[in-house]
């Protein structure tokens, strides 16, 4: 076994970051033009990450699978940023934004590893400035902010409802910019095929040309792994089409422990899915819930007649609505964390209260905000939210419906819970190592800072966190050791090999030559998933999820057909690979789900939860980070090592959003 | 609710850049209006592979409107006709009629040549992007972000530039080809910050130089990018970058 150094640096928690800095070892500027590094990932994390190390000195591979690296997975968060600049003056600290994310992971994350995230997050709105982001500004000249889920303080800056492309095309012109500065070399539409290790580090990498078909073999003096999250195992997801856990999955399978695959998100305002045609899901920005109120009906009549279509929300009178969130957490209303309302909405459907014809949707209405606000203040935070939901539902939630007793109604929002985001991943240290030397793993796949729940706007500020002030300072410590180590040939006997070993697979694969799509196999994948290792997740139903688990892998090997031949574009060849991993990955969640008898934030068992509903920790025994290591074969299950937590500046509590 | 709706559907194949290429024509049956355009494409990729057949290829990815990838030349417009500004992921079905005939075709243009069927390669536009769209900023310690005071009226305006998606629409529906909206608007957003005046001359010459170097045609002011851009650009940057070119050149 691997050991779980956690490399925690000493001192009280404010300090640890400075004093690392101050005692890390660097690589002097003539030797970094001798190191290479591969970073695999061109999204928040991995560009930002790559610029960085470039305008370093470091020679740069870097790898996406998209055409452009500008179109990586991050482009699509909508929200906002979190830092705490205390712009607002509300009283926002370092110290307060360390604590909000703690609380928000439900007391499962490292606190040293938050505290640095807090403590950089300024850096973070500085830098992006700097590259000409264009935040959104108030009339004064100032940055604005709004306020997110799990917060008390308004410390989210955004850029309309585009700040995740906005930051990423931020970081991708400071990519672009070392690229023409010869730095970095870019690969797109290449996709990570396996790590390749040479003497116990990871030196190398196997990639797919998508264009042509061939495996390619890169070497480098450290490979970084920025390759998002594993959302897309439950085929429905907010994630975009190309998501995939491939690249983690390859590290795990190369002895990189995987840390809290359990702890998935589920963002609770969704659009509901519509017919089994769908191939994914579109998010709402939570931004919403700071002025949209969600509702079900109060009476179960009413339900059932949402149901039949036979009414629409706006004929139920306020006397009528049950505001439930605001009901049930008053101190935090409809902004509480997303786990805690994504429940909250199947606890109603689940009692018959459903809105759509599925019976799996509740109401995000802003009726009282139009009538609070005026219509033009609603637009202009809201409109081009309220346009994309229009687009594809037909309904204008801006729209006046009627006037109940002089109470002007208009058309409220369908929305329900669905997969968002992955806290778990690949394991790492406070160096953001792996277990496996010279492997680093940053953004959503690793597992370093949320815990057992993410706060929204906050995965924004991880990746880049990692990627701009963290990776670059950390990664000089192990390379300082690297700089008497010569290029490495591709030639040698580990690269052939692991090139052997890809090739074998894709012909394997390619050879089944059954009667299923890869899709249609997802597809039932991603149904085992959602039904046993969802949102409300039982021992029993676990067990069933691991069984059927497993008749989905014996499907895959036996039934799957790919059309076309190796060579050239071949999308199912490329969908394939990456169900054979989805497989392993929802097996690994569904051991890691099963053995944390406890709730914790994304993580819900049902058998744990208290009178009121509300989850129920286990500090005395899961207090820990679970880490699983491969067997060998896909075939065997992983074993688990704990990583204990230690806290020192937080006293764990009972998460409260009551009071 | 929506109706269900049949059509034919005509869509390009083509075996790399060399290849001639030609359409092959479905039926498509009792497709739902609720269904969005790509998934549409989705069945019928499902009916070709359960046939033993080659999936069309296109490229697609965050059916968000929001990345840039989705690039289908829809019944002769870029995207499809849609009401306002919108990519080819947020086209839907019930735009369409019952007993229509659908053409899907790959952008058309020097600059982008076919990969396979409608996947198109747009990395010129990185290589635009290279030779100057950014602000050469150091990772490290900038001053604090609100020491750069910048009018609500100017971010926002710059905000609008910076919404481009790097599709390539504009240069799909360009009789001449050219990216001019696509460069205009990277130059046009750095040009309204403060930041980015420093370099704003180096900027927009490299810029056009790349461009012109990548075999984009000229601007002839036909406004055909503006009419099919999904994220509204308006051809008023292109007056910018003019502008900022001519000032450049001057002080040459
Ligand atoms: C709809 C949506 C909205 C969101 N909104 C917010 C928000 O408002 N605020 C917030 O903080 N967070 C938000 N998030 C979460 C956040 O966007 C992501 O967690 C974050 O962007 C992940 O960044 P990343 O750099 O880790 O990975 P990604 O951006 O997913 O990038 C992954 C990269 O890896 C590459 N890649 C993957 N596999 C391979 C392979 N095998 N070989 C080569 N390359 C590979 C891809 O090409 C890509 O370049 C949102 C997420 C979604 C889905
Ligand atoms: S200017 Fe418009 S059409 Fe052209 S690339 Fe940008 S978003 Fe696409
Ligand atoms: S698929 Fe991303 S913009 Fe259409």
């Not at chain 1, 929204?456 to 701009?468: E, F, V």
């Not at chain 1, 008497?484 to 580990?494: A, Q, Y």
């Not at chain 1, 744990?608 to 896909?634: I, L």
Request: with cysteine; proline share 4%.
């Amino acid at each position: 076994m691997a050991t779980l150094d956690s490399k925690i640096p000493a001192g009280p928690v404010a300090e640890k970051w400075t004093n690392y800095k101050a005692h890390q070892k660097l690589v002097n500027p003539a030797n970094k033009r001798r190191l290479d590094v591969i970073v695999v990932g061109t999204g928040l994390a991995g560009a930002s990450a790559a610029a960085s190390l470039g305008e370093m000195g470091f020679r740069v591979f870097n790898f996406c699978i998209q055409d452009s690296p500008r179109r990586a997975h991050s482009i699509a968060a909508q929200g906002g940023i979190n830092a705490a600049k205390n712009y607002q003056n509300d009283g926002d600290s370092v110290y307060r934004l360390f604590y909000d994310t703690v609380k928000g992971g439900d007391y499962r994350a490292r606190e040293a590893n938050v505290y640095r995230l807090a403590e950089v997050s300024n850096s973070i709105i500085d830098q992006c400035v700097a590259q000409g982001v264009p935040f959104a500004r108030e009339y004064g000249g100032m940055l604005a902010n709004r306020s997110f889920g799990g917060a008390q303080v308004s410390r989210t800056f955004y850029a309309k409802g585009q700040t995740g492309q906005q930051l990423l095309l931020g970081a991708y012109s400071a990519l672009s910019c070392q690229v023409n500065a010869g730095t970095v070399k870019l690969y797109t539409r290449y996709e990570m095929m396996d790590l390749v290790i040479v003497d116990g580090r990871a030196r190398g990498i196997i990639a797919r040309n998508l264009v042509t078909g061939k495996l390619e073999r890169f070497a480098a003096h450290a490979v970084v792994i920025a390759t998002g999250g594993y959302g897309n195992a439950y085929f429905l997801s907010t994630n975009a089409m190309g998501c995939n856990c491939s690249a983690a999955m390859q590290c795990y399978r190369k002895g990189a422990y995987f840390a809290n695959p359990a702890y998935v998100q589920i963002h609770p305002t969704c659009i509901p899915v519509h017919g089994d045609k769908q191939s994914k899901l579109t998010l709402m920005s939570e931004s919403l819930r700071n002025d949209g109120r969600i509702w079900v009906p109060k009476k179960k009549e009413d339900a059932l007649k949402l149901q039949k279509g036979e009414i629409q929300g706006s004929d139920i009178p306020e006397e009528d609505r049950d505001y439930y969130l605001e009901r049930r957490y008053p101190a935090f209303g409809n902004l509480v964390p997303r786990d805690v309302a994504s429940r909250a909405a199947k606890e109603r459907c689940d009692a018959g209260m459903g809105v759509n014809n599925t019976g799996l949707a509740v109401f995000l209405d802003f009726s009282e905000s139009i009538n609070r606000l005026g219509i033009d203040i609603v637009l202009q935070r809201y409109g081009n939210l309220f346009d994309m939901y229009e687009e594809i539902t037909d309904v204008n939630p801006g729209e006046l419906a009627k006037e109940i007793n002089g109470v002007k109604y208009y058309h409220p929002m369908m929305i329900y819970p669905a997969i968002h985001y992955t806290m778990g991943g690949i394991w790492v240290d406070y160096e953001l190592q792996t277990t496996v030397k010279g492997l680093f793993a940053i953004g959503e796949c690793n597992f370093s800072d949320h815990g057992a729940n993410r706060l929204g706007a906050s995965a924004l500020m991880q990746g880049l966190a990692d990627g701009y002030f963290v990776l670059p300072y950390t990664i000089q410590n192990y390379l300082a050791d690297q700089i008497t180590v010569p290029r490495f040939s591709t030639e040698l006997p580990e690269f052939a090999e692991a090139e052997k070993n890809v090739q074998d697979l894709i012909n394997r694969l390619m050879n089944i030559k059954g009667k299923k799509s890869v899709d249609s196999i997802h597809k039932e994948l991603g149904h085992v998933m959602w039904e046993y290792v969802g949102m409300g997740r039982t021992e029993e139903g676990l067990k069933i999820g691991l069984q059927k688990l497993k008749e989905i892998r014996k499907d895959f090997e036996n039934n799957l057909f790919i059309p076309g031949t190796t060579e050239g574009v071949n999308i199912e060849l490329e969908k394939a690979l990456r169900l054979n991993d989805f497989i392993t990955m929802g097996e690994l969640i569904a051991y890691d789900a099963l053995n944390r008898n406890e709730s914790c934030g994304g993580h819900f068992r049902e058998e744990y939860q208290t009178e009121e509903g509300e989850a129920k920790r286990d500090d005395e025994n899961f207090f820990y980070v679970a880490c699983w290591e491969y067997q060998g074969s896909d075939d065997k299950a992983p074993v688990l090592y704990k990583e204990p937590l230690v806290y020192e500046a937080i006293k764990v509590q009972t998460r409260n959003y009551k009071s | 609710m929506d109706k269900n709706i049949s059509f034919k559907l005509r869509y390009w194949r083509q075996n790399g850049p060399k290849d001639k290429g030609h359409f092959d024509e479905r039926e498509m049956k009792d497709i739902p209006g609720d269904t969005s355009f790509l998934e549409m494409l989705d069945i019928l990729n499902e009916e070709l592979v359960s046939e033993g057949k080659e999936p069309f290829v296109f490229d697609h990815d965050c059916r968000e409107g929001i990345c840039g990838m989705c690039s289908l030349y829809i019944n002769g417009t870029p995207h499809g006709k849609t009401e306002r500004g919108a990519t080819t992921c947020q086209l839907y079905m019930r735009k369409f009629k019952d007993g229509d005939t659908i053409t899907v075709e790959p952008w058309r243009s020097a600059g982008f040549p076919v990969i396979k069927d409608c996947m198109v390669d747009r990395t010129a536009f990185d290589k635009i992007i290279q030779a100057g769209g950014y602000v050469t900023a150091r990772t490290g310690q900038p001053q604090d972000a609100n020491a750069i005071l910048i009018p609500k009226q100017d971010a926002d305006e710059a905000m609008d530039c910076a919404s481009c998606i790097g599709c390539g629409a504009c240069v799909a529906a360009c009789k001449n080809g050219s990216a001019m909206l696509f460069v205009s608007s990277k130059v046009s957003q750095l040009a309204l910050l403060p930041q980015g005046r420093p370099e704003a001359a180096r900027r927009a010459k490299a810029m056009v130089a790349k461009m012109d170097e990548l075999g984009f045609g000229n601007c002839t002011n036909t406004r055909a990018c503006e009419a099919v851009c999904p994220k509204c650009e308006s051809i008023a940057n292109i007056a910018r970058l003019n502008r900022e070119f001519i000032a450049a050149k001057l002080n040459d």
